[in-house]
């Protein structure tokens, strides 16, 4: 049995560093320090970034993802049937992203996110549908 354990967002996120220049070809070294895993959850883990720039497209075949932001904004593009749909999420506002559906942050100003994230994570670079 795990042992339960109050946590601070303050606190955590004043552990990290702040990553200005975040691109879908970011390494994990170049992101290391911008993003901290907080606890284990479900099938996967939570997890909480600071960071400015643009994401790689991802998805999660095990389960929905909460994406959650305590400050600034992004803007999160699904990619739908229908073409990408993009959602703009500011302080307070949190989107369940459906399993299996890919999406990528568009994050020009900053911000501080969390979110509860099933493993495994498939990654791409380009376009899924490309």
Request: net charge negative.
């Amino acid at each position: 049995m795990s042992k339960s354990k109050v946590i601070t967002f303050s606190d955590e996120f004043e552990k990290l560093n702040f990553f200005s220049q975040r691109t879908p070809e970011s390494t994990d070294e170049e992101l290391e320090g911008a993003f901290a895993e907080l606890a284990p959850f479900r099938d996967g883990a939570i997890f909480i970034g600071n960071y400015a720039g643009n994401s790689e497209w991802e998805r999660h075949s095990q389960g929905d993802e909460i994406v959650y932001v305590l400050e600034g904004e992004t803007k999160l593009a699904l990619l739908t049937e229908n073409g990408e749909s993009f959602n703009l999420l500011k302080a307070g506002q949190f989107l369940v992203v459906p399993k299996n559906t890919w999406h990528r942050f568009e994050t020009p100003k900053g911000v501080k996110v969390m979110s509860a994230t099933p493993q495994p994570t498939e990654h791409s670079m380009i376009h899924p549908n490309a």
